[in-house]
């Protein structure tokens, strides 16, 4: 019953055979345990207080194969009885020969029971190559003595009797083990799984006969750890067990030693699937699926066919996809929770659906750098800077490599190159191809032809877009036929002769129009032009003729130029040798630039993987600059959150009176804050210009001389890179001793600043006004820049801009909000600073000689405007903190009155029971009177003290008190 596992080979549940010796053309064939093999075609049917297995209605045809038959047409099935037409069988059977079903089964065509699909799963070819390859299954038993004898010289006769034996053992208990979940679950009558990820509430026997296989395999590998069946058969035990960390290291064990097999990946996906790592399943799924059709068991039986390995792929897909749905959920809640501000609870939904997203997606699908980002936010909110700062870094690093973006590779020149001589000839015309694979097949990009050169130097560009950051370039190093340059100069002078007769041809039909309209004039002067009638004619038809023969000889050009291309598109081009590139090496190293280049010599392999050795016995090689460019807004949006953590950081620095140190510190984040904004700008610019632009646009965002289609993430951007240049303007107190060289210069530095945040802030308010109109996001900017100016006393700009903000708080808020108030105190500070006075003497009196005086006036103006609203606002806050006190009198005395009442001192109730309980189970809007009468019976409460809490007995007192307790309570 050990048979070695065969990797060509993909399962079916069993083998079914033939139970009683028949003839050609019987009418019925009885069969042994077929199942499993019915699929959905037959269920159960109850006839005289007995189930039979029957056809399902509308189900009118199946075929059954057996060893050296043809497909046998069955009309009915009851239990293991197939009624069959003789016609179709042609050659006897004998018990024991194999049996199986080539229109339906586990494998079948009508799709799964329990998925409830109806589409076809396999198409017939796949179907018989299945077939043929469970004919196949038995190892010859010259191998097996082989086998064995080898066995024997190793390990000694006697303990490897004692592994066989173990091992029959062990596969009996596996298959009992299965006869207990068909028991137990009737559904698996149909289709059982061998290597199964999903087997939920076995019974205690099954249970117990999977635990006795697994320690018997586990004894076999103990005598003989090189044989991977032994590591197969334990997995799949301990799968039914879910002991999935057991059985991945049986699945890793089995796929070290028989790598990129069938079997390896069909265990590997299972333990996957099992421990939840549902895209690693899927890969490994795929590939056992592109690796057989049959997966053996041993020599009876097999672990898998396609078609169940593809109904196995569906589940872990439609698994993958709840998952998915989970961690979007979770990562919403937590969105909302930071957006109230409960970052408590924010932080917990977070993590789960960065835990979701890894096992699901895995680690380099931008929705887990997402999720990653949305909990650095939290972090961030929270104060956690170093927390957060080592989150956002580590998504920037998982967009980087995986988003979309541009390779430009500059080919610079070759060394060493062979000569491929012909006739004592160098035929040698080298030229780089560059291949990227994708769905529909390669890209290719080429540079020049170098004619006869061994030496080569192209020094051309090539830019490469919409290419992701984790994928593969192949670059090849071809040499061009030396028929190919011929061919394509014909091709250049047939095209020219073509085109000349085009232009000949379209003379002539011009000419050809022009005598056809002059003979019709003629026609209409009657015989008068008679003569001068037929030498048009006559013209007409030389010029009809030879339009014909240019035409002949147009058509003639075109099937020869169509014939010149055939043979040059025909030609191979010679290929001297290639290298892999992985773009991941790029976009792994960026580390938060907009850009990583690189510049190398690569050797060239020949299809054996050799060196490729030149005309001097050097090796071939290719130098080569790469340089990555991501263009997605998902990489700058986070590299604009690092930058903006940097400001924070730099200016917590800033505001403490620090030494030299916390200068330098506040230098350092404000240079990272700087680069980490101005690349993620240099990204997002990429997105709305064309490539032959690209290189232009580090340039135009350090002038600041851009612009931007508006955006939720180009305004937040914008507005970060603003605060950054107006954290950076804000002058500063220099210690003593400075010298003044390096206080001009700061100075200067100080003004460019203040410069870069008014042209930032200029192009940020123009694109918040585009997207979402003057509303609160565009007043806090607008209210930024008035600081701004006000910092630098300009309070002439700074007051028309406070205006700006008077009229928008106005329109947003009202004139009796306290941001309208908070608007006009800042407007009197304006006021007060701008005006500007000078007292003079003038015939003995004085007088104040300026313009801008009447700011004073404003200033007064808006004051008393001010202290007047503030008194009305201060009057209603005082009548609301009135009532609110009041409020809190009132539920501090009924507190008093409820847990302090005064003792009870009559117990007995005897004749008052009855029509006390009767008052308290009355209405509690009755009128007043009837509750004085009540008072003066009113009994008390009565307290109990437990260790965790206090009981009280409430009786016939006001309960509950609206002004304490809701309903919930």
């Known amino acids: 019953m050990a048979g070695a596992i065969g990797e060509s080979a993909n399962v079916l549940v069993g083998r079914s055979t033939i139970s009683q010796d028949y003839e050609a053309g019987s009418e019925n064939i009885w069969i042994m345990s077929p199942l499993e093999l019915f699929g959905p075609h037959v269920h159960y049917v109850k006839v005289d207080g007995q189930f039979i297995i029957c056809l399902v209605d509308g189900v009118s045809h199946l075929t059954v194969r057996t060893a050296g038959s043809s497909a046998i047409n069955v009309i009915k099935v009851e239990n293991n009885k197939l009624s069959v037409t003789p016609a179709s069988v042609r050659t006897p059977g004998r018990e024991g020969d194999s049996i199986v079903f080539a229109g339906s089964g586990a494998f079948g065509l009508a799709g799964s029971l329990m998925t409830g699909t109806s589409e076809a799963r396999v198409d017939m070819s796949i179907l018989m190559r299945e077939v043929e390859l469970l004919d196949t299954l038995k190892v010859s038993s010259h191998e097996m003595v082989n086998d064995a004898a080898e066995r024997h010289t190793v390990l000694g006769a006697e303990r490897q009797h004692e592994a066989e034996k173990w091992e029959e053992e062990g596969d009996n208990l596996f298959w009992e083990g299965i006869q207990e979940e068909i028991k137990e679950d009737p559904i698996k009558l149909f289709y059982c799984p061998i290597l199964d990820s999903r087997a939920r509430n076995l019974n205690q026997s099954a249970r117990l006969k999977y635990n006795e296989a697994g320690r018997l395999f586990g004894m076999c590998i103990e005598v003989d750890n090189t044989i991977t069946r032994y590591y197969a058969k334990r997995c799949a035990a301990y799968c039914k067990l879910d002991r999935f960390e057991i059985a991945e290291s049986d699945a890793n064990k089995f796929s070290s030693i028989v790598p990129d097999t069938a079997t390896a990946h069909m265990l590997k996906a299972v333990v996957m699937d099992g421990r939840k790592q549902f895209s690693a399943a899927i890969h490994h799924f795929k590939e056992a699926l592109n690796s057989a059709d049959l997966i053996a068991y041993d020599d009876r039986r097999v672990w898998s066919t396609g078609t169940l390995i593809w109904d196995s792929l569906q589940k872990t897909i439609r698994s993958q996809q709840d998952q998915i749905e989970r961690a979007k959920t979770a990562n919403l809640h937590g969105i909302q929770w930071r957006e109230k501000g409960e970052y408590a609870k924010a932080i917990p939904c977070l993590q789960e659906a960065i835990h979701l997203n890894a096992v699901s997606l895995g680690k380099e699908h931008p929705f887990y750098a997402t999720t990653l980002s949305n909990a650095g936010s939290c972090y961030e909110a929270m104060g956690n800077y170093d927390e957060a700062l080592k989150i956002y870094n580590t998504a920037l690093a998982l967009t980087g490599s995986s988003c979309q973006g541009v390779v430009e590779v500059l080919v610079v020149c070759g060394r060493h190159l062979p000569g491929l001589r012909e006739d004592d000839e160098c035929r040698c015309n080298p030229f780089v191809e560059i291949a990227i694979a994708e769905e529909g097949g390669e890209r290719k990009f080429c540079t020049h032809v170098r004619r006869c050169d061994l030496q080569p130097k192209w020094n051309q560009v090539i830019r490469i877009p919409e290419i992701s950051g984790d994928s593969q370039m192949v670059i090849r190093l071809k040499s061009e036929h030396h028929m190919r340059k011929i061919h394509r100069e014909n091709l250049e002078t047939e095209r020219k002769a073509l085109q000349e007769k085009e232009e000949e041809i379209s003379k002539l039909k011009s000419s050809l129009e022009k005598n056809q309209s002059d003979l019709e004039f003629l026609g209409s002067q009657g015989k008068r032009k008679q003569s001068l009638i037929m030498q048009k004619q006559e013209m007409l038809n030389n010029e009809l003729h030879f339009l014909r023969s240019r035409e002949a000889a147009l058509a003639t050009i075109r099937d020869t130029i169509s014939h010149v291309e055939m043979l040059e598109k025909n030609l191979e081009d010679v290929e001297i040798g290639s290298f892999t590139f992985n773009v991941s090496w790029l976009s792994n190293n960026l580390s938060g630039a907009h850009e990583y280049e690189n510049t190398s010599w690569f050797e060239v392999l020949d299809a054996q993987g050799k060196q490729v050795r030149g005309e001097d016995y050097g090796l071939s090689a290719v130098q080569v600059q790469t340089k990555w460019m991501p263009v997605s807004s998902e990489y700058s949006f986070k590299l604009s959150n690092i930058g903006n953590l940097h400001r924070i950081l730099a200016e917590r620095h800033l505001s403490v009176a620090g030494g030299q140190l916390d200068a330098r510190k506040m230098e350092y984040h404000f240079e990272i804050s700087e680069r980490s904004l101005e690349a993620s700008m240099v990204v997002m610019k990429r997105q709305s210009c064309k490539l032959d632009e690209y290189y232009l646009i580090p340039e135009m965002v350090k002038d600041m001389d851009f612009d931007l289609t508006p955006s939720d993430e180009v305004c937040i951007v914008l507005e970060n890179l603003g605060r950054l240049f107006y954290s950076r303007s804000l002058e500063q107190e220099l210690p003593k001793g400075t010298p003044e060289h390096e206080i001009a210069h700061l100075i200067q530095t100080w003004r460019k ?198 009981q009280v007995r409430m009786d016939a007192q006001s309960w509950p008190n609206r002004l304490m307790h809701t309903k919930r309570s």
Not at 820 to 844: F, I, Y
Request: proline share 2%; aromatic share 8%.
């Open 753 to 950: 600043y203040h410069k870069k945040a008014l042209r930032v802030f200029d192009i940020a308010l123009d694109a918040r006004s585009k997207l979402s109109g003057q509303d609160d996001k565009y007043l806090d900017l607008l209210k930024l820049v008035v600081k701004l100016h006000i910092e630098k006393h300009n309070f002439k700009d700074a007051y028309a801009l406070q205006e700006r903000c008077l009229e928008i708080t106005r329109k947003i808020h009202g004139e009796e909000s306290s941001s309208w108030n908070s608007e006009l105190t800042v407007m009197s500070h304006l006021h007060a600073q701008a005006g500007e006075a000078k007292v003079v003497e003038h015939d003995r009196t004085w007088h104040i000689d300026s313009d801008q005086s009447w700011h004073w006036d404003m200033a007064v103006g808006i004051s008393k405007r001010i202290q007047k609203q503030s008194g009305w606002m201060q009057r209603m806050y005082q009548e609301a903190d009135e009532r609110f006190q009041q409020a809190e009198e009132d539920m501090l005395k009924e507190k008093t009155r409820l847990l302090n009442p005064s003792p009870i001192t009559d117990f007995s109730l005897q004749n008052k029971h009855s029509s006390l309980f009767a008052k308290l189970s009355a209405p509690r809007d009755e009128d007043s009177s009837q509750s004085k009468s009540l008072s003066k019976t009113r009994v008390r409460a009565a307290k109990f003290e437990f260790p965790d809490r206090l």
